[in-house]
């Protein structure tokens, strides 16, 4: 199901949270909204579930070519999992990811042999085979969010909306989990459109990241195009680690960590190089970073491997020829 979001707007009171927003999520695509605290992601996400809805006459959403922008959300086949949307304690994984079904109207309820079968086949997809009967208290964050995109999916939803999902969780589960959605998703294929304010979980994750801010949208891409390609300062330093150079009067330029090269001061060249000092090393597995200063006072990092680090042998004070590849601003 593809989703087409044309030209929306939406004012809380005298508040804009949403400008002219239009956007096209492929069917079967996994799309990631991206942007710092209070960019609208939350607030657009809300308005494709049928949750919320733009301002009167502005803008247009099209699930696979119709318009739904007057569906309500129990009619727009949508699943959901919130960052916080609480598993209910008292009900079991099975009740729990059976809920959707159970309160449907009787004509259109699944008898109790289908919502088992139903129930199973989904603890199959999550990969939570055998604790059906336990109840939230007695799992791990990362197993209740699969119960919560289980409960999501049992309704057979068109679309698949995610907000924050793996937000409450710590670094390493968010890992597994992250990687285990990637999976998921290429398995079922369900048009997926997920908020998240980490960089990092957006490029690796999705197919399309649309990076936000202040209730616009700044860029659109797959990751490696906006990564390699910011259209604006701001893109450029929001996805991920950047070196900012702005030299008096001139236009900002910028260059990442790792396109940053370390020579010997002996092989300085003056046409692309400039001399640098190193002023700090860090260096655990297989990459290392290290700080060095420009003569006028600018401070770079620098990611290197291990392997070229332990080749230039270097030492806190040290000199060394530092080339970039330098990008201006867009
Ligand atoms: N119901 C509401 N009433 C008034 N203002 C709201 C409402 N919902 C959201 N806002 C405001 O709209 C702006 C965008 O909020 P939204 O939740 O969409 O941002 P977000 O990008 O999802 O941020 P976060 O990452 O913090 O969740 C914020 O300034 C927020 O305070």
Request: net charge neutral.
């Amino acid at each position: 199901m593809s989703i087409s979001i044309h030209s929306i707007h939406k004012h809380f009171g005298s508040y804009s949270a949403l400008e002219d927003i239009s956007l096209e999520i492929p069917n079967g695509s996994l799309t990631a909204l991206l942007g710092p605290s209070g960019s609208g992601k939350t607030t657009l996400l809300r308005i494709v579930a049928g949750l919320e809805f733009p301002d009167e006459g502005a803008g247009i959403i099209r699930f696979h070519g119709q318009n739904v922008s007057n569906i309500p959300v129990v009619k727009r086949g949508v699943g959901f999992v919130f960052q916080h949307y609480a598993l209910f304690r008292h009900m079991t994984v099975a009740q729990n990811i059976a809920f959707g079904l159970t309160v449907l109207p009787k004509k259109h309820r699944p008898s109790r042999g289908e919502i088992r079968s139903r129930v199973n086949e989904l603890l199959d997809l999550v990969k939570l085979e055998g604790l059906a009967k336990r109840r939230p208290d007695q799992l791990s964050g990362g197993q209740r969010q699969r119960v919560a995109l289980a409960r999501a999916l049992a309704i057979r939803p068109k679309v698949l909306l995610l907000d924050e999902p793996f937000g409450a969780l710590d670094a390493q589960v968010r890992k597994e989990l992250r990687r285990w959605l990637r999976q998921f998703h290429d398995e079922i294929g369900l048009t997926t459109l997920f908020v998240t304010h980490d960089q990092e979980e957006a490029l690796e994750l999705a197919d399309q990241v649309v990076v936000m801010r202040n209730a616009r949208i700044e860029q659109v891409g797959k990751p490696q195009d906006v990564y390699d390609h910011p259209r604006s300062p701001f893109v450029y330093e929001f996805l991920g680690n950047v070196n900012k150079v702005q030299r008096h009067g001139s236009e900002p330029q910028y260059v990442r960590p790792h396109e940053i090269e370390v020579l010997f001061a002996a092989e300085y060249e003056p046409a692309t190089d400039q001399l640098a000092r190193v002023t700090h090393l860090f260096s655990a597995g297989p990459v290392a970073s290290l700080t060095v200063r420009l003569p006028d006072g600018y401070f770079l990092d620098v990611q290197l491997s291990r392997k070229q680090l332990d080749e230039l042998a270097l030492g806190i004070g040290d000199e060394v020829a530092v080339r970039m590849r330098i990008h201006g601003a867009a």
